[in-house]
């Protein structure tokens, strides 16, 4: 069984930055693609960002584009959320996620890490 783990999260002011990162093991992640999702208060998870095996293609949710970016280190097994000019709206918790392609990633039908806590004041 694979295993994914967050880290990174914390609180930060309003047009700050974090950056979250997902080490990957117990699975050949490298292959698979990765991605991000998150879960606010009284809200559903929701796709947040996805990256293809190779890193050779990204997706980004409409809310967090441009702010947001994905990278990923197949040598290490962990992929990346760079995320700046964070707002008040982006307080959830963030969730890794890994699957077979982009569109499972999407749809959060494949390996899910246990989430860290992203909280942005205002």
């Known amino acids: 069984q694979g295993q994914l783990g967050e880290s990174g999260g914390g609180l930060v002011q309003a047009g700050g930055s974090l950056r979250l990162s997902c080490a990957a093991s117990?699975?050949?992640?490298?292959?698979?693609?990765m991605g991000w999702h998150r879960q606010a208060p009284g809200k559903q998870r929701e796709f947040v960002a996805a990256i293809t095996w190779n890193g050779g293609n990204t997706y980004y949710a409409d809310s967090v584009k441009g702010r947001f970016t994905i990278s990923r280190d197949n040598a290490k097994n962990s992929v990346d959320l760079q995320m700046n000019s964070l707002k008040p709206e982006d307080t959830a918790v963030y969730y890794c996620?890994?699957?077979?392609?982009?569109?499972?990633?999407?749809?959060?039908?494949?390996?899910w890490g246990q989430g860290t806590q992203v909280t942005v004041s205002s």
């Open positions: 996620a890994a699957g077979g392609s982009p569109n499972t990633v999407v749809a959060g039908t494949g390996y």
């Open positions: 117990g699975r050949a992640f490298n292959t698979y693609a």
